[in-house]
């Protein structure tokens, strides 16, 4: 058995085995590509591509795929084998530069949001080359961007890859004045993946989770999470098993997988890898999803992604730990000296501003039917941004908001004019759970992604936001006679402006509903309520500033996840159908004659024999049964009507307002009758089982 350093990155074609398998050039050639973002020449592709084969092919593998992350969020592939015909009717393995570099897709049948004709339904892909190729069954995995043929992306990589460019371009700028010339200035991403785990046999059993990851029907169990028994809890045997599996794949594709433990709700766990740069970050994350089905398929168990796979108990979340570093430098982490302050005070001012000027569009990233359920449903976080900066950071922004002196409580003061900061501890202690954007001592962790969704869209709203008044910001000292008195009167100037963003207390609380509406901050509950956000003309003209996203671009996305809201919505509220017409209705009725036929039975027996038991029940069933079939015809009827209700804006609206209080109605009827229905006849495993299945 090899141990976890030499199993570590053995199917990543990474630097280790690079610098291996490339001559010296090539490798110098490739590394510079890398790591100042240059671009490729094919000579050079040519060389890495044969290198590449000849590790793959060592390593079992017979196929190679662009691996691309389409608009729908999830990852794409096809397969490609390396053979190619010789003139004696054999085959040999080939692979090359232009293959590698470029490849051509039929992109029809993916997400544009109109931006591509029919006429015209070729897409590309292009190779991230700073995204080191897998190995995964069997099939070299290429990461790459995917585009129209005219140049618009189609997929979550393009825009990522062109934000970060926009913030290294403008946080260079800044470490200039600085004195520091960088090559390159990156944003790194830590993302914790919240799942859940249930036995294969009662996910089988559940139509709504097979469809839509999701239960759509189930009266609360008996036992939820209301012990706080289960969050950093000793983990089941199997789940244990599974996640040490886990571990061994993630590690042999040369992800950082570093923390595992029991989550809030029963059933629920978390994974956090080590942070990494942000592009490597999303596509190892969206390879940790993958792995994490894959791998509990292999222990009879089912990983759900989604983010309330069960009302009532803790949904899942996606923690975007984030952060902006030069190389070997954290430039969110506050430094020892008064220049290194200043410096922590320019960027951490840039993103409280990033963060107030552009918290709707933070909103739209984070936007989907899924996470509805999460945000602005009284659960973490809420639905409104604010950050949370913690009591002493948080003093040290009010002191030079206001201009006044900062005693820290250690009395150190700190002499504002020349930036020095009393030396201040993490504030790991009083954490805000419910803060939406927390500073955590030397990153942000921004908390409203979902569990299922691919982070590229948050993190470009952020380098992108952030880029936006790096900008400024070095526009405007670039041209200061003192940089250093500028640069703190540009501090106290912003702070002063934008601090209303800032909310250390409870983000549930009513009071500070009313308090941030006072502030002027959006409560955009809604993914319809957000999306429209992504057609206003200051984000429109963020997003083509920094050539992250054209108009026509960004309009393509707003259509795209305005269908995808109303899609998601339908296909629940069809799965509903059936469920309520051909499991539910029927159980009602089997179980309903079951209870007659006791009765009557006992009738049959002796006229004394009391019924009083069976007739209660069958009331109730018989009446729950009646609020079920009236609900049957209103969800159908407003599922209809929502379909036909126009634009993608007025459909997706009428999903929200009609179909999804209809699917509650229905469903409460259900729940209702579950609960008096013999388990034996209800068709779908119950709440409690599922949630506290056996080891
Ligand atoms: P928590 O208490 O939330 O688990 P941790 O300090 O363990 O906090 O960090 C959580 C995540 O944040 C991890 O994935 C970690 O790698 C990531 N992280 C730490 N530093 C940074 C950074 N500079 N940039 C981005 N992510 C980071
Ligand atoms: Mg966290």
Redesign the pocket.
Known sequence: MSTIPEMFGTMVFNDTVMRQRLPKETYKALKKTIDEGKELDLGLANVVANAMKDWACEKGATHYTHWFQSLNGTTSEKHDSFINPTSDGGVIMEFSGKELIKGESDASSFPSGGLRATCEARGYTAWDPTSPAFIKDDVLCIPTAFCSYTGEALDKKTPLLRSMSAISEQARRILHLFGKDIPQVST?????QEYFLIDKNDYARRLDLMLTGRTLFGCPPAKGQELDEHYFGTLRTRVSAYMKDLDDELWKLGILA??KHNEAAPAQHEL????TTTNIAVDTNLLTMEMMKKVAERHDLVCLLHEKPFAGVSGSGK?N???V?APGV?L??PGKTPADNLQFLVFLTAVIKAVDEYQDLLRVSVASAGNDHRLGANEAPPATISMFLGDEMDAIIDALADDVEYTSPEKVSMDLGVAVLPKFTKD?TD?NRTSPFAF?G??F?FRMPGSSMNVSDANIVLNTAVAKILKEFADELETAEDFSTAAMKLIKRTLKEHKHIIFNGNGYSDEWMEEAGRRGIHNLRSTVDALPAMLHEKNVALFEEFGVLSPVEMHARYEVMLESYAKVVNIEALTMLQMANQELMPAISAYTTHVAEAAAAKKAVSAALSIKAETKLLTALSEHADRMSDSIDLLAEAREAAAGAGDALSVAKAYRDRVIPAMEALRAAADAAEQICGEKYWPLPNYSRMLWYMD
């Open positions: 790194t991403v830590g993302a914790e570093k923390t956090a890898p080590i942070f923690h730990n984030w952060s570093s954290n969110l982490d790991n954490r955590t030397n990153k962790e």
